[in-house]
């Protein structure tokens, strides 16, 4: 395995100065260096998300600060998951978030959770996300923005509601294992997990449905008006039941090694979640040092934000004066793309394949972005090396050929093959043995489209 490998798909896109941790860490140093993130100094992008200060907020502190129903707290949430996966040094830590708020996905903005999706970042995806599955699990379980957002919250034992049970099943956990009774009984047994008048979650008994449950492998009597204690233990089961174990491990295999994940690996990655009692980390160590990751190079396309993310980072480009409105521009980018943060509005979470993002349409938005960052047209408010030409290369090569060479050395990590580096340079009139020399008077106005041609190669697409 490579160290530009693991770094492209552990973070969002390497850059001169991680390449060059790993190298001297190693691979395994490197790793275990980001498996303990809070070891990790990430003052710079803590103080930029200082200008966001609701994306993290409580749901009391939302409420005091903003009126009902505003977007407000889901635009600081979207804007800070940009800036940390463009700028935190804790890249694993940010990866792995993503993976859970997709896994347990709440759409934001979506309705009833405009006071509540900032907190269900903070002290369920965030809070749990290098944990063990089962306390996240049940923190997602008991958190307003879940309960509304799959209308647990309306849900009594009168007409109990089975949208959570179904999703609880379907997505976060065993997956297409359950039947129509399975849901029924479940649905049953989550009664009175609701949400306060406040904000907050709250067990009502009084909404509770008693009676025996089946459901799956799972059996209880349900008899007690405090039906929370069963609830618990059936989220629990669910955490620790092998086809929960199968799903969290083909899922991460999907989005860290391949999108048809090898078999094998799923189910030692499996095992391995079982034998540590759900816990994350073994899993994560298990699989970057798996040889089936070490053999999956260029098995993976980035999706639209990936790539706007790793092309900001290649390019070396840092939040504005304001660390704000750059941050909104990125992200309107990304709502164009139909990739920004958290906007997908089914609970199933982005998708994660090459199929979904893979168009010529798409192919053309990445395009366009490439070259607005290259040229600084757009995002205007980022701050920019003062000469990116020389930041990427500064020693000129002796010919234009080599110069291609060098960028896509230093953007994407190899060379481009023959055949791409003079398509890249007939938009100049040039060929790959054209000279070149720092007096050339032309190189200003073609450097940006050079850059953006290399940011467009297919192998730039690849994670």
Same mark, same amino acid.
């Given at each position: 395995?490579?160290?530009?490998?693991?770094?492209?798909?552990?973070?969002?896109?390497?850059?001169?100065?991680?390449?060059?941790?790993?190298?001297?860490?190693?691979?395994?140093?490197?790793?275990?260096?980001?498996?303990?993130?809070?070891?990790?100094?990430?003052?710079?992008?803590?103080?930029?998300? $200082?200008?966001?200060?609701?994306?993290?907020?409580?749901?009391?502190?939302?409420?005091?600060?903003?009126?009902?129903?505003?977007?407000?707290?889901?635009?600081?949430?979207?804007?800070?998951?940009?800036?940390?996966?463009?700028?935190? $040094?804790?890249?694993?830590?940010?990866?792995?978030?993503?993976?859970?708020?997709?896994?347990?996905?709440?759409?934001?903005?979506?309705?009833?959770?405009?006071?509540?999706?900032?907190? !269900?970042?903070?002290?369920?995806?965030?809070?749990?996300?290098?944990?063990?599955?089962?306390?996240?699990?049940?923190?997602?379980?008991?958190?307003?923005?879940?309960?509304?957002?799959?209308?647990?919250?309306?849900?009594?034992?009168?007409?109990?509601?089975?949208? !959570?049970?179904?999703?609880?099943?379907?997505?976060?956990?065993?997956?297409?294992?359950?039947?129509?009774?399975?849901?029924?009984?479940?649905?049953?047994?989550?009664?009175?997990?609701?949400?306060?008048?406040?904000?907050?979650?709250? !067990?009502?008994?009084?909404?509770?449905?008693?009676?025996?449950?089946?459901?799956?492998?799972?059996?209880?009597?349900?008899?007690?008006?405090?039906?929370?204690?069963?609830?618990?233990?059936?989220?629990?089961?669910?955490?620790?039941?092998? $086809?929960?174990?199968?799903?969290?491990?083909?899922?991460?295999?999907?989005?860290?090694?391949?999108? $048809?994940?090898?078999?094998?690996?799923?189910?030692?990655?499996?095992?391995?979640?079982?034998?540590?009692?759900?816990?994350?980390?073994?899993?994560?160590?298990?699989?970057?040092?798996?040889?089936?990751?070490?053999?999956?190079?260029?098995?993976?396309?980035?999706?639209?934000?990936?790539?706007?993310?790793?092309?900001?980072?290649?390019?070396?480009?840092?939040?504005?004066?304001?660390?704000?409105?750059?941050?909104?521009?990125?992200?309107?980018?990304?709502?164009?793309?139909?990739?920004?943060?958290?906007?997908?509005?089914?609970?199933?979470?982005?998708?994660?394949?090459?199929?979904?993002?893979?168009?010529?349409?798409?192919?053309?938005?990445?395009?366009?972005?490439?070259?607005?960052?290259?040229?600084?047209?757009?995002?205007?408010?980022?701050?920019?090396?003062?000469?990116?030409?020389?930041?990427?290369?500064?020693?000129?090569?002796?010919?234009?050929?080599?110069?291609?060479?060098?960028?896509?050395?230093?953007?994407?990590?190899?060379?481009?093959?023959?055949?791409?580096?003079?398509?890249?340079?007939?938009?100049?009139?040039?060929?790959?043995?054209?000279?070149?020399?720092?007096?050339?008077?032309?190189?200003?106005?073609?450097?940006?489209?050079?850059?953006?041609?290399?940011?467009?190669?297919?192998?730039?697409?690849?994670?």
């Amino acid at each position: 395995m490579t160290l530009a490998h693991l770094l492209r798909r552990a973070t969002f896109g390497p850059t001169p100065a991680s390449l060059a941790e790993a190298a001297r860490l190693g691979a395994d140093g490197w790793l275990e260096r980001q498996l303990n993130p809070a070891r990790i100094d990430d003052s710079a992008c803590d103080k930029l998300l $200082e200008r966001l200060p609701l994306a993290g907020a409580s749901t009391a502190a939302v409420r005091a600060a903003l009126p009902k129903d505003s977007y407000e707290a889901f635009r600081q949430l979207g804007r800070a998951a940009v800036a940390r996966a463009a700028w935190s $040094e804790r890249q694993l830590f940010e990866s792995v978030v993503a993976f859970w708020a997709n896994h347990l996905h709440v759409a934001a903005p979506s309705g009833g959770v405009w006071d509540s999706r900032a907190d !269900y970042d903070a002290q369920v995806i965030r809070k749990h996300a290098f944990g063990r599955f089962t306390d996240l699990l049940r923190a997602s379980a008991r958190h307003p923005a879940m309960l509304t957002y799959l209308d647990q919250r309306s849900s009594a034992k009168t007409h109990p509601n089975e949208n !959570y049970a179904r999703e609880l099943m379907e997505l976060h956990t065993v997956g297409l294992v359950y039947d129509e009774a399975d849901v029924r009984d479940a649905a049953r047994l989550l009664t009175g997990m609701t949400v306060s008048k406040a904000g907050g979650y709250v !067990y009502d008994a009084s909404k509770h449905a008693t009676g025996r449950v089946g459901i799956l492998d799972f059996r209880h009597a349900n008899d007690k008006p405090d039906g929370e204690p069963a609830a618990l233990a059936f989220l629990d089961h669910l955490a620790t039941h092998p $086809e929960t174990a199968r799903t969290i491990a083909r899922k991460l295999c999907v989005r860290f090694v391949a999108d $048809e994940p090898p078999a094998a690996l799923v189910t030692r990655l499996a095992q391995v979640y079982l034998d540590n009692g759900t816990a994350i980390v073994p899993v994560l160590r298990a699989l970057f040092t798996s040889a089936e990751f070490a053999a999956s190079a260029g098995q993976k396309v980035r999706t639209p934000f990936e790539d706007l993310i790793a092309a900001v980072r290649a390019l070396g480009l840092r939040p504005g004066a304001d660390g704000v409105t750059g941050l909104d521009a990125l992200y309107d980018v990304l709502v164009q793309a139909g990739n920004a943060p958290f906007r997908w509005a089914a609970p199933n979470g982005f998708p994660d394949v090459a199929a979904v993002w893979a168009s010529p349409s798409a192919f053309l938005v990445r395009c366009n972005l490439h070259l607005n960052l290259a040229t600084g047209w757009y995002p205007k408010q980022l701050t920019r090396p003062a000469d990116l030409l020389r930041s990427l290369v500064p020693v000129l090569p002796a010919t234009y050929g080599a110069l291609v060479d060098a960028l896509a050395t230093r953007l994407i990590g190899a060379p481009l093959p023959a055949a791409h580096t003079a398509a890249v340079l007939s938009v100049a009139q040039k060929s790959p043995n054209s000279v070149l020399d720092a007096n050339d008077k032309h190189l200003a106005g073609h450097a940006p489209y050079l850059i953006a041609l290399v940011l467009d190669a297919p192998s730039f697409q690849l994670r």
